[in-house]
């Protein structure tokens, strides 16, 4: 490639131009090479699964951190303990731990305050966990309440067990409840 005149009577002056010529073209590949690399990651597309695993791994992190915090707040002064129990509890028992959030909130239903959420998170846990006479226990008691689905009342029975006379199999029975009124 030609870029001067043969005839250039500056040797220096033409030395000085390829370099700055060379220099310029390390420069541009520098720079084409930066971009390619910071716009790869915006290329590559991640699996579903990768994408999963990432958000299953922030979503126990910030369980753990609402735990920690949940904790922290219980020894904060002047705070409801009773209401960050039972956020603890709730916590504990939307994410499966269920044995955990039997032990919260058993203490809660202790003090039989008549909390509607706390009896409900605590029977529900009881059941997930495999305490279903415990459960059912909590469910009779309660047997005032309407046990709200969406869209529906719900009441549970219990039955002997055909295999054993200790064991009970529970009835969910699903429709409208009428409410009757002493006269």
Same mark, same amino acid.
């Given at each position: ?16 131009? $390829?370099?700055?010529? /060379?220099?310029?073209? *390390? *420069?541009?590949?520098? !720079? ?45 002064? #002047? ?9 603890? #509890?709730? =916590? ?10 039997? #032990?919260? =909130?058993?203490? !809660? ?10 009896? /409900?998170?605590?029977? =529900?846990?009881?059941? /997930? ?15 005032? *309440?309407? *046990? ?5 009342? $719900? ?14 199999? $529970? !009835? =969910? ?5 009428? /409410?009757?009124?002493?006269?």
């Amino acid at each position: 490639m030609e870029l001067f005149k043969q005839d250039d009577p500056s040797p220096g002056l033409k030395r000085i131009l $390829m370099e700055r010529v /060379k220099y310029r073209m *390390w *420069w541009f590949i520098f !720079l084409g090479s930066l971009l390619f690399c910071s716009l790869t990651p915006l290329v590559q597309t991640k699996t579903h699964l990768e994408l999963a695993n990432e958000y299953a791994a922030k979503s126990e992190e910030f369980f753990n951190e609402a735990v920690s915090e949940y904790n922290l707040a219980l020894d904060e002064p #002047g705070v409801d303990i009773d209401q960050i129990q039972f956020l603890l #509890g709730k =916590l504990y028992y939307e994410h499966g731990r269920f044995e955990k959030a039997v #032990g919260i =909130l058993s203490s !809660l239903y202790a003090q039989e305050k008549d909390d509607f959420l706390v009896a /409900k998170l605590l029977a =529900l846990s009881y059941y /997930k966990t495999g305490n279903y006479t415990r459960a059912l226990v909590i469910f009779d008691k309660e047997s005032s *309440w309407v *046990w709200e689905l969406p869209t529906h009342s $719900m009441t549970l029975s219990a039955f002997p067990s055909k295999n054993s006379s200790t064991e009970f199999t $529970m !009835l =969910l029975v699903v429709g409208s409840r009428a /409410k009757s009124t002493p006269s």
